[in-house]
């Protein structure tokens, strides 16, 4: 396994960590209804990629 030789600094921790920033999640328009809903996702009211899945 390797063995720590010398303790990192904050700013290298800090550095490391920097990379991984929260975004928020991508909205979409409903073509149906004019909702926004997440990508991918099927829409309250009931459609998903122009085919209605739930009846509503």
Partial sequence: ???QQRRGSKTRKGKRRSHYKLVPPTLVRCPNC?????A?????????????????
Avoid: F, T
């Fill in 1 to 3: 396994m390797a063995v």
């Fill in 34 to 38: 004019g909702e926004y809903k997440l």
């Fill in 40 to 56: 991918h996702k099927m829409c309250s009211c009931g459609e998903y990629h122009g085919r209605q899945v739930v009846e509503k």
